[in-house]
């Protein structure tokens, strides 16, 4: 996610010093910025002298990015950032100094109401990334009720999932952004003053699980462990609380400390030397940068140094 606000600010994302700071660039470094999104951490990266790979899914970000990446000498891949060792070994690249992340939705795409993201202008029910795939709206109207509310809970954090999943699936089809906030809405009580909407933990979770979000950061992760030389820098902006979990854990596990097993992290086996230096404390954007982005408001930024050891032996056998 960019978290530029839509307008002069565009280009500059959230916590961009801290970040360049926790990367520490050095003239001649390559770097990737696995999220380019409107490019605004590349160009910052490709000031100071780095040479930038940058990634991203969505084809309007690299139809619309490239004449910047031409511009600040940035090569622009189009392809998912889990993929980023193999898509760079493709070009000769087996590793990088930094790495760079921006989970989640980009202000561009947010901002787009013809891409389904929002529901603050109607839209189709698209909400894809990479513009292919499953929908929202054929998850949505083709989906068992359980399904959509397991989604809804695990994604959204819906306490109240199975209600909503009830209304949506008696409302069905579903083809419009406006519809579903409205289903949304009716089924848990909207009142003019409430500070969110109801329907944002909604939004929030078919949009994760459309666009594997989840999967696709802890894939990124190890990728950019298996990518980064000794040394090299890793720096993750997250925007809600399941992102930064994923990251907290990863980075804990990775540089010796407890964590939690996952779907894709497996857990480090005995004798393996820890792959992260100790993380740095965890930065979140200031007051100047709140009253400039409002949308940074939930932003956190995690970082770390790689260690000379080697990747995992189960990380490798889980890569695909």
Known sequence: MSGAAPNED?????????????????????????????????????????????????????????????????????????????????RGVTSVAGVTLDIGVSSMQLDRPERGFSFQADGPLAMTMSQSGMSAADFLNGAPEQEIADVLYRYGEEPRSRRVARAIVEARPLERTGQLASVVRRALGHKPHDKKDPATRTFQAIRIHVNGELDQLERGLEAAEALLEEGGRLAVVTFHSLEDRIVKQFLRKRSGGEGSG??????????EAPTFLKPAKAVRPGGAELARNPRARSATLRSAIRTSAPVPTSSRSARP
């Open 10 to 90: 565009r280009h500059v994302p959230v916590l961009l010093d801290e970040v360049l700071d926790a990367l520490a660039i050095a003239p001649g470094e390559i770097h990737v910025d696995g999220t380019f999104g409107a490019g605004g951490y590349s160009s910052a990266m490709a000031a100071r002298g780095a040479k930038v790979f940058a990634f991203d899914r969505d084809p309007d970000a690299i139809r619309e990015g490239q004449a910047l990446a031409d511009e600040k000498g940035v090569t622009l891949i189009e392809g998912e950032f889990s993929r980023m060792d193999v898509l760079l070994a493709e």
């Open 262 to 271: 996952s779907r894709h992290l497996p857990e480090k086996q005995a004798g």
